[in-house]
C-alpha cells in the first residue's frame, strides 16, 4: 500500500475508505473498519458526556441561586468536563489513525490523554483522602509525562 498516498489523501471517514479499500490487506481493512466503529461509539459517548455536563451546569446554576452550592458540587463539574476533554482526544488519537499521520503524533495525543487523566484525578480527589505519597506519585508521573510531551512537540517541530 502507497503509505504517502495514506498520509497526503485529504478526505475522511467512509469516503477515504471506499479509495484505499482495493490497496488495503484483509487486516487493514478490518482495523479500518473497527476503528470507523469505535470513532462512532466514541461520538456517542461524548454527546452523553456532553448532555450531562450540560445538566450538571444547570443543576449547579440553579443551585448556586438558592446558596446550596459546595465545592463538592464544583468537583463533579470540572471532573465531568475533562472527563469530556479526554473522550474529544481519543477521538482525536482515532482521527489520527484514520488518516494516517504519524505515529508520533498518535503518541503524543495518548500522554496527552494521560496529562488529563492525571488533571481530573488532582481535581476530583477529596482533600479528606489526601495521601501524601499518593499525590507526590501522581505528581512525579504527572511531571514525566510533561516531560515527554514536551519532547515529542520539540521532535514534530523538527
Do not use: C
Not at 24 to 36: D, G, M, N, Q
Not at 63 to 80: C, E, H, N, P, R
Amino acid at each position: 500500500m502507497d503509505k504517502n498516498k495514506l498520509v497526503h489523501s485529504n478526505s475522511k471517514g467512509l469516503q477515504r475508505l471506499k479509495e484505499l479499500w482495493p490497496e488495503l490487506t484483509l487486516f487493514e481493512r478490518f482495523e479500518y473498519v473497527i476503528t470507523l466503529i469505535v470513532s462512532l461509539v466514541l461520538a456517542l459517548i461524548i454527546v452523553v458526556a456532553l448532555l450531562r455536563l450540560l445538566d450538571n451546569v444547570y443543576e449547579m446554576a440553579t443551585s448556586q441561586l438558592s446558596g446550596a452550592v459546595d465545592y463538592k458540587m464544583f468537583q463533579i463539574t470540572f471532573g465531568m468536563l475533562l472527563t469530556l476533554l479526554i473522550a474529544l482526544e481519543f477521538r482525536n488519537s482515532i482521527d489520527a489513525i484514520l488518516e494516517g499521520r504519524g505515529l508520533l503524533v498518535q503518541v503524543r495525543i495518548v500522554v496527552l490523554i494521560a496529562i488529563i487523566a492525571l488533571a481530573r484525578k488532582f481535581l476530583v480527589m477529596d482533600p479528606k483522602d489526601f495521601d501524601a505519597m499518593l499525590v507526590a506519585a501522581y505528581a512525579l508521573v504527572t511531571l514525566a509525562l510533561g516531560i515527554v510531551y514536551w519532547l515529542l512537540s520539540k521532535r514534530e517541530a523538527l
